[in-house]
């Protein structure tokens, strides 16, 4: 062009255009779409990650919110634990026990084992949200029962 000195492929590619195919624009013209294409991924990646990050965090809050914290329970401690299989009936006991605790393990588990004759595992593990100590389990299946006798 007149005004610049240079044709305006050159101001734009930095070379000369002399066939429509010209090997070096089309490796400028490529490399410019691969770069585009890779901030374009970029950028959607980091907003997925963001937003993932957000979500995780709300979920945690909203959980958390009426989670009370776990009891803790010793060796040879005696414990009723739920449970977790069986079929439907009102008539299954909620809970089967006693069992000894054996074990503590991380992250609020504990390896358990029955004592005496009854329903359940003979050994299992389990967490204490589904334990209960074996006197307060016994105290309230004694109230549970002076109910049904009222009725």
């Known amino acids: 062009s007149r005004s610049t000195g240079f044709p305006p492929a050159q101001l734009l590619f930095g070379t000369k255009i002399r066939l429509k195919e010209d090997i070096r624009i089309n490796e400028i013209l490529e ?3 691969r770069k585009a294409f890779q901030k374009r991924r970029n950028y959607v990646q980091e907003e997925a990650r963001e937003t993932i990050s957000k979500i ?3 979920n945690e809050r909203s959980f958390n919110k009426k989670r009370k914290m776990p ?3 010793q060796e040879n401690d005696l414990v ?4 977790t299989q069986g079929g439907a009936g009102k008539f299954h006991t909620k ?4 069992y000894k605790v054996v074990k503590a393990l991380r992250n609020d588990r504990y390896l358990v ?3 005496g004759e009854g329903e359940g595992p003979r050994k299992t593990s ?6 209960k100590q074996w006197a307060n ?13 009222n009725i």
């Open 31 to 33: 490399e410019e779409s």
């Open 56 to 58: 995780q965090r709300e």
């Open 71 to 73: 009891q803790t329970y």
């Open 80 to 83: 009723a634990i739920q449970r």
């Open 95 to 98: 809970f089967l026990g006693p």
């Open 113 to 115: 084992e029955k004592i």
């Open 126 to 131: 389990t967490i204490a949200e589904y334990m």
């Open 137 to 149: 389990f016994r105290e309230e299946w004694e109230n549970d029962d002076s109910e049904e006798e």
